[in-house]
């Protein structure tokens, strides 16, 4: 089991930066990515950054530019750097970690989630 544990939610204005962190801890071996979802009341969760165990990223069109995920391996941590914040990105961010199970199977493991608030 994986679990996940996020940190460094809150409300920022427009314009503003907040810094995420999630810290891996349990059987942290095989993990393929880990990565950032958000989700507004009404919507279905979505990718916002992803970075693999290869140290590739990607992100969604909507934070380009904006948004920078990293990962510290020795910490098994997460990061999700949030600048230029609108009030669009107002949502609960999600971390997750995908992981190869020694039978082959994908698990995916969540975190509890962080509110994260823009104001205008």
């Known amino acids: 089991q994986v679990q996940l544990v996020e940190s460094g939610g809150g409300l920022v204005q427009a314009g503003g930066s907040l810094r995420l962190s999630c810290a891996g801890s349990g059987s942290m071996f095989s993990i393929k990515s880990m990565g950032w979802y958000s989700q507004s009341p009404g919507k279905q969760r979505e990718l916002v950054a992803i970075?693999?165990?290869?140290?590739?990223?990607s992100y969604a069109d909507s934070v380009k530019g904006r948004f920078t995920i990293s990962r510290d391996n020795a910490k098994s941590t997460v990061y999700l750097h949030m600048t230029k914040m609108k009030p669009e990105d107002t949502a609960v961010y999600y971390c997750n970690a995908r992981q190869l199970s020694r039978v082959g199977t994908i698990n995916d493991y969540w975190g509890q989630g962080t509110q994260v608030t823009v104001s205008s």
């Open positions: 970075i693999t165990s290869g140290g590739s990223t």
